[in-house]
Nanobody, 116 residues
Framework: QVQLVESGGGLVQVEESLRLSCEAS????????MGWFRQAPGKEREFVAS????????NYADSVKGRFTISRDNAKNTVYLQMDYLKPEDTAVYYCNAATGYIRYWGQGTQVIVSS
C-alpha cells in the first residue's frame, strides 16, 4: 500500500511559479516510478510529467515542456513538480501518481488556479 499526499497548490497570477510536492508513505520509494497528472474542470485527467525510479529519466507533456520540471528526492520519499511561467490553461487539480508494473496509486490532488 502506498499513500501519497500532495501539497503546494494555490492561486497564482500568470507567469508566476509554484512548486508542488508529493510525499509517499512507503518503505521502498525508490522502487516506484512517479508522475504528475492533472484534471481541469470538465476535462479528462491528463499526463503532465513522469520520472523514473532513480531520477535519471523524465518525460513531459508537450504543453508543459520547458516550463515544468519534475524531480525526486528518494531520501525524503518525495517527488516535486516545479511549475514556472504558469498559464491560465494550467488551472487544474494536480495528482501525484506512483506506478510499478500494472500497480498504480493516486494522491488526493492539490488545486492550482492561475489567474489572468
Amino acid at each position: 500500500q502506498v499513500q501519497l499526499v500532495e501539497s503546494g497548490g494555490g492561486l497564482v497570477q500568470v507567469e508566476e511559479s509554484l512548486r508542488l510536492s508529493c510525499e509517499a508513505s512507503v518503505r521502498t520509494f525508490s522502487s516506484w516510478n512517479m508522475g504528475w497528472f492533472r484534471q481541469a474542470p470538465g476535462k479528462e485527467r491528463e499526463f503532465v510529467a513522469s520520472i523514473n525510479k532513480s531520477g535519471t529519466g523524465t518525460n513531459y507533456a508537450d504543453s508543459v515542456k520547458g516550463r515544468f520540471t519534475i524531480s525526486r528526492d528518494n531520501a525524503k520519499n518525495t517527488v516535486y513538480l516545479q511549475m514556472d511561467y504558469l498559464k491560465p490553461e494550467d488551472t487544474a487539480v494536480y495528482y501525484c501518481n506512483a506506478a510499478t508494473g500494472y500497480i498504480r496509486y493516486w494522491g488526493q490532488g492539490t488545486q492550482v488556479i492561475v489567474s489572468s
